[in-house]
C-alpha cells in the first residue's frame, strides 16, 4: 500500500466521521433543503474520491509488483512551483474583497494555468486558456448567483 492509499484511507475516515456528525443536525419542517444538505454532499462525495484513490493505488501497485522491474524513474519535486501557487491562490483571497468574485476568479483562473504549465508559442492555447477562465467564472457565478441564490463578494474598486 503506497502513500496514495494512506492518504486516500485517512480522508475517507475523516469524511466518513463528519458525515456521521450531520446526521444529528436538527431540520426544519418548512425547507425543503436542511442544514445538512450540503455538507453530507460534499463529505459524500469526498468519501467516494477517496475510496476511489484507495482502489487505484491498490490496483497500480498490484500491478507494479507483477510487472518486472524496468527502471525507476525519478520526479524531481518542484517545490518553487508549489510557492508559486500558493502565492497565487493568497493574491486571489485578497484580492476577492477589493475587485469582487467575477474578475477575482477569471485572473485566478487566468494566473493558475500559465504558472502551472505556460503555453509557449502557440496562440491558441493562449485563447483556450481565456476561454476556460471565462466560461468557468461565468458558469460558476451564475450557479451560485442564480441557482443557488448565493451573493458572491462585490468588489470596493470595481463595485461588481
Do not use: K
Not at 475523516?14 to 456521521?20: A, E, I, P, R
Not at 476511489?52 to 512551483?81: C, E, K, M, Q
Request: glycine residues 6%; without cysteine.
Amino acid at each position: 500500500m503506497g502513500r496514495d492509499a494512506v492518504t486516500g484511507l485517512v480522508v475517507l475516515a475523516t469524511s466518513l466521521f463528519l458525515f456521521w456528525a450531520t446526521l444529528g443536525l436538527q431540520r426544519h419542517p418548512l425547507v425543503p433543503v436542511g442544514p445538512e444538505f450540503y455538507p453530507q454532499l460534499v463529505l459524500g462525495t469526498t468519501a467516494l474520491l477517496a475510496l476511489l484513490l484507495v482502489v487505484s493505488d491498490v490496483i497500480v501497485h498490484r500491478r507494479a509488483r507483477a510487472a518486472p522491474a524496468r527502471g525507476v524513474s525519478s520526479v524531481r519535486a518542484n517545490y518553487t512551483l508549489v510557492v508559486v501557487a500558493f502565492a497565487i491562490f493568497a493574491t486571489y483571497v485578497i484580492a476577492l474583497p477589493y475587485l469582487g468574485f467575477r474578475v477575482a476568479s477569471f485572473a485566478f483562473l487566468v494566473m493558475m494555468p500559465l504558472a502551472l504549465e505556460p503555453p509557449r508559442g502557440v496562440r491558441r492555447r493562449w485563447i483556450v486558456v481565456f476561454a476556460v477562465a471565462l466560461v468557468a467564472t461565468v458558469v460558476i457565478y451564475l450557479a451560485f448567483e442564480s441557482y443557488l441564490q448565493v451573493l458572491l463578494p462585490r468588489g470596493r474598486w470595481t463595485g461588481f
